[in-house]
């Protein structure tokens, strides 16, 4: 056995995280320096593959997390039901709970996936963007919707849903983030059913979760792409369990 000294290995965070990468994260497009948030790991053709929205980034867009590590290139796109996928390794897990108005961690930790469940109406869930954290109380209102998305254009498979408590269930950033339900027999695991697409800020806008910054918009109304035709439109067999 051979002992060497060294620096401490920090655990991964939302807003550092590394391969393989996991939902609820935080990631760059280095054309425009735009940021939105990781979804579920998915197989594409056998291989692990990041979901994340379409209109977060064009085709061939290299992503990276905050501090400039690689995380893939954008490698299929659907605008029709704004989902899209990020050709780097992928893992069964998602970042929960918090982070601050600075972007540092308040109380973070990880759950793993067990597997999707359609959305249907009535049902509770939660969202997991890097920059909101993790909100819950949200209760889906309607399903199958097409909605359309200010200079974006026509997405269909959208879920609605709003958070019960008139506080905020997602907002600017969050795009591209896990929707998920947590399982009632064990909380530490959830299920994927959906990423991150819209807000309604022109009727329900209301004050941000953690990192805010000028000019940020978050709402308690939200729109969100099934995970099952979100999946489908970018040619996904299946998500990763943890």
Known sequence: MTVQTGVDAAP???????APWWGGAAWRNTATGGGCSTGFGVFQGGVARMLSAAHCANLNVLATDPTGQTIGTVSTRNVSSDTLLIAGSSGGRVFNNSTNAAGNVVSEFSNQVIGASASQVGNFVCTSGAYSGTRCSIQVRA???????????????????????????????????????????????????????????TNTAVACTGYVTTGRVCAWRMYYEDIFSGMAGVGASGVILG
């Open 143 to 201: 399903r199958n919707l097409c909605i359309n998305v200010r200079d974006f254009g026509t997405v269909c498979g959208q879920v609605q849903a709003e958070n019960t408590t008139r506080t905020n269930a997602v907002g600017q950033g969050d795009s591209g983030g896990p929707v998920e339900i947590v399982n009632a027999a064990n909380t530490l695991q959830v299920w994927a059913t959906g990423t991150n697409t819209a807000i309604d800020d």
């Open 12 to 18: 991964a965070t939302r807003w550092d995280d590394t």
